[in-house]
């Protein structure tokens, strides 16, 4: 929840150190090198010997247990594989996939040892001065082809995690439901490019943490919702949680446990080809789509009456 005002508040030392001569060539060299010469995957290498203590810190302990959040194997993951990892629902901020991917404090570790996730996020959070680092010592990187490459091509246990719904995802966050959409083959691309497994991710009550408006389709709010979606990649989800003090009106997210199930793996070839143009390559790229969509419908049938048996519907995937 402090996303935003810890952005403004980077923003804000990043003006202070320009404006202030003793500081202003250090500070516009670090943006120079920020910008155009630390790659996020060599920069989340520097904090390799600071991540274990940051991930299992107290603070994020506290975070995850505030809900609490909870992860569920299903089936082993060998370390000498490569993984994309598809989480679904996206919800209002994707609460499960930062705690799941970005902390130890789940148990994530010991779950699956030896196989390291790293979160994509859009690339304007990673250039956000200090902000960066933040995320980048919790092995959060920017969304870009280049990155997903460059993560993949790493040791074996290297591992993307993607929610694949983004922004249209978050619109259709309503408690009770899980509407997912799978429209875009991108993460199926990445997975065939580096021949790294893909596993489906369920997260049990993502969308109840908070209380959204979802106008209709046609309704005038929601084509301005839709067209600030595709100019800015952002979704302008109107949403309110709990406050402090009450449980009716703020910005906390309301207590409910999170339950994220990690499905078994689908193994992809590896696809040298144009997988985009290449006749052969586009319907190797569909036909693992459509058997990771019937994955994920089995794997929510699977565990939905144990671990949500209150829904307001089953799961809608939109392809």
Known sequence: MLLGPLQLACWFWTGCALLNPLTTLPMVAYLLFIARGDPSVA??????????SLRACGLLRLFTGYFPMVLVRTAALPPARRYVFGVHPHGVISMGAFSHFCTAATGWDALFPG???????????????????????????DASRETCGA????PPGAALAIVVGGAAEALDARPGTYVVHLQHRGFVRVAAAAGADLVPVLSFH??????????????????AQEWVKRTFRWAPVLFHGRGAFNYYVGLLPYRRRVVTVVGAPIPVPRVAGDLRRDAECVALVDAVHRQYA????????AHADRYDPHRRADIDIRM
Request: hydrophobic share 50%; proline share 7%.
């Open 294 to 301: 019937a994955a994920l419908r089995e794997l929510f049938f």
């Open 43 to 52: 920069a989340v290498r520097r904090y390799d010997r600071l991540r274990p």
């Open 206 to 223: 993502e969308n109840d943490l908070f209380r959204t408006l979802s106008p209709r389709r046609a309704s005038p709010l929601r084509r």
């Open 115 to 141: 196989v390291r996730p790293h979160l994509l996020t859009l690339a304007a959070n990673v250039k956000v001065p200090f902000f960066r680092e933040l995320l980048l010592a919790l092995r959060v990187v």
């Open 151 to 154: 993560v993949l091509a790493g």
